[in-house]
T-cell receptor
């Protein structure tokens, strides 16, 4: 089983749509969780950290379920500029500094 | 005002050559990383240094040798390049203390081995 698994995608949605990405992780010792965004031919950039209580940043909502080892990202009112690959990221094992990345889910928002 | 910079941006070379990629960060971070993103876009950590000390060393061929002359620099030297080394190599940095684990990535070096 891969350490971090994501929806394979790709997702193609119209502007204004709500889209949800799911992610599961295998290492129950993981302590920190993130969503990163990677634009085509660019570097990954942090979108948001994910907390147990759930957290929201504008149109983006992240949820964590430690019991199910499941992370989600919800994007409301999609914009064209949201088109990118979304990477689910967790810290590995006992190290809080080793990030393990999922393969990413490609989102294309269409006009 | 670049935070994490890498040189070169593109590198095209022949099999068997030796090449180096340089990385510098001006964020004052203690920890730096090298990642490899292959053709399937899978991003995987290779090495990490904290204040010039190696702390993460994944299963990477020993043709790859990281070197950290100071905590703001982490270079990657690759000997005897192989076709399978073709990928995008990202450098990243993060703070060590304070619980902040966000990693900041450089723009990547696109390596093509012919």
């Amino acid at each position: 089983r891969k350490e971090v698994e994501q929806d394979p995608g790709p997702f193609n949605v119209p502007e204004g749509a709500t889209v949800a990405f799911n992610c599961t992780y295998s290492n129950s010792a993981s302590q920190s969780f993130f969503w990163y965004r990677q634009d085509c031919r660019k570097e990954p950039k942090l979108l948001m950290s994910v907390y147990s209580s759930g957290n929201e940043d504008g149109r983006f909502t992240a949820q964590l379920n430690r019991a199910s080892q499941y992370i989600s990202l919800l994007i409301r009112d999609s914009k064209l500029s949201d088109s990118a690959t979304y990477l689910c990221v967790v810290t590995s094992g006992g190290s809080n500094y080793k990030l393990t990345f999922g393969k990413g889910t490609l989102l294309t928002v269409n006009p | 005002d670049t935070a994490v910079s890498q040189t070169p941006k593109y590198l095209v070379t022949q099999m068997g050559n030796d090449k180096s990629i340089k990385c510098e960060q001006n964020l004052g971070h203690d920890t730096m990383y090298w990642y490899k993103q292959d053709s399937k876009k899978f991003l995987k950590i290779m090495f990490s240094y904290n204040n010039k000390e190696l702390i993460i060393n994944e299963t990477v061929p020993n043709r790859f040798s990281p070197k950290s002359p100071d905590k703001a620099h982490l270079n990657l030297h690759i000997n005897s390049l192989e076709l399978g080394d073709s990928a995008v190599y990202f450098c990243a940095s993060s703070p060590w203390r304070g619980g902040e684990k966000t990693q900041y990535f450089g723009p990547g070096t696109r390596l093509l081995v012919l």
